[in-house]
């Protein structure tokens, strides 16, 4: 299985940061990279695929970035309704397989 | 828009058989054999996992990790896709999602659109 590795696991910033994620696969998978933002009690959202095309409705202060083994999720200007979970996501091989995910909460 | 609803029992006993439904709709075409959907689910306070997909012909792709105990249907006529997964243990609770894959140039993809999921706990 291909492992997704998510650095920090936490992350404490301030309304109007710009916080970088990161996101390491043990092998290569191309572009073939997802992000999710979760908040609790409710499903995984959809925001990137394919490591920087943005899903629909998805505002543009979200960037992704990346490819083989390195990915990273670019959030600018953080607002309140940002602060959630994080988690990437390969597609590349079976099983799919999801980072640990990256908790970013205010300072 | 598509709309993914989870429904089934959320209490089973061990070595039981958990069994779910995912009602589609809103799928373009009105059918959703044209579409890979897929499982997930998400212990209490960890990370997700990926069950396994069913899609159209009602072919399916398993987690090596669950594949002895799971198996993915699909019913075409009623825009519904299960899952069942026996001999449960408590290392199976868990909020279980369903999810639509998207799809590129006939690609699979990741998931676009998922339902609210359901917590199933396993207990006597």
């Known amino acids: 299985d291909i492992q997704m590795t998510q650095s920090p696991s936490s992350l404490s910033a301030s309304v109007g940061d710009r916080v970088t994620l990161t996101c390491r696969a043990s092998?290569?998978?191309?572009?073939?990279l997802a992000w999710y933002q979760q908040k609790p009690g409710k499903a995984p959202k959809s925001l990137i695929y394919?490591?920087?095309n943005l899903q629909s409705g998805v505002p543009l202060k979200f960037s992704g970035s990346g490819s083989g083994t390195d990915f990273t999720l670019t959030i600018s200007s953080l607002q309140t309704e940002d602060f959630a979970t994080y988690y990437c996501?390969?597609?590349?091989?079976?099983?799919?397989?999801f980072g640990q995910g990256t908790k970013l909460e205010i300072k | 828009q598509v709309q993914l609803q989870e429904s089934g029992p959320g209490l089973v006993k061990p070595s039981e058989t958990l069994s779910l439904t995912c009602t589609v709709s809103?799928?373009?075409?009105?059918?959703?054999?044209?579409?890979?959907w897929s499982w997930i689910r998400q212990p209490p306070g960890k990370a997700l996992e990926w069950i396994g997909y069913?899609?159209?012909?009602?072919?399916?792709i398993y987690n090596p990790s669950l594949k002895s105990r799971v198996i993915i249907s699909i019913d075409t006529s009623n825009n519904q896709f299960s899952l069942r997964l026996r001999s449960v243990t408590a290392a199976d609770t868990a909020v279980y999602y369903c999810?639509?894959?998207?799809?590129?140039?006939?690609?699979?993809?990741?998931?676009?659109?998922w339902g609210q999921g359901t917590l199933v706990t396993v207990s006597s």
């Open positions: 809103g799928v373009f075409g009105d059918s959703i054999s044209n579409y890979y």
């Open positions: 999810a639509r894959q998207r799809m590129v140039r006939g690609l699979i993809w990741d998931f676009d659109s």
């Open positions: 394919a490591t920087s």
């Open positions: 069913v899609c159209c012909s009602g072919s399916a």
């Open positions: 996501q390969q597609y590349n091989s079976y099983p799919y397989t």
């Open positions: 092998q290569d998978i191309s572009n073939d």
